[in-house]
């Protein structure tokens, strides 16, 4: 029962870098939250991510939806990594910051955005792992190194 609720968990989490800034901002309009670095941060990463976000973890959830705990944690883990290139293309396609004229615009655009969308990411990784050890019961280093799933 631990290990279902785990992996319901697990699907849920995929989409926290969604609702987590849906929530926040919520919080703000209904006026118990004020401004802060915190809200931006939080509310800037779904203005900008949003789009490919969503299409990634609609992908990454199809992709796992019959697979073990131990393949969501494997995943969480590549997930910010994979998810930098996917969000780069989106926004030189989208020109959401602007039209990038040259190969030094791109590369200064990631110069910026790698680092966001990685302190990001692990972030939202940590909290994932946090809830995965409350509901499976166990050490997530036990289940990430768990060798006869492979």
């Known amino acids: 029962m631990r290990s279902h609720t785990a992996i319901w968990y697990a699907r849920i989490a995929i989409f926290l870098p969604l609702l987590v800034p849906a929530c926040v901002y919520l919080l703000h309009v209904l006026g118990l939250v004020g401004p802060s670095l915190v809200l931006g941060v939080l509310v800037g990463s779904i203005l900008l991510a949003g789009i490919p976000y969503t299409v990634f973890a609609f992908v990454a959830v199809a992709f796992l939806w019959n697979r073990r705990l131990i393949e969501y944690t494997r995943w969480s883990v590549r997930a910010p990594v994979i998810f930098v290139p996917i969000l780069g293309l989106f926004l030189v ?28 990411g692990y972030a939202y990784v940590g909290l994932f792992y946090v809830g995965v050890r409350v509901l499976s019961g166990s050490s997530t280093t036990s289940v990430v190194s768990d060798v006869s799933s492979v």
């Open 93 to 120: 396609w989208s020109q959401l910051l602007g039209r990038v004229r040259s190969i030094l615009e791109f590369c200064d655009m990631l110069l910026v955005t790698i680092p966001l969308v990685l302190i990001v």
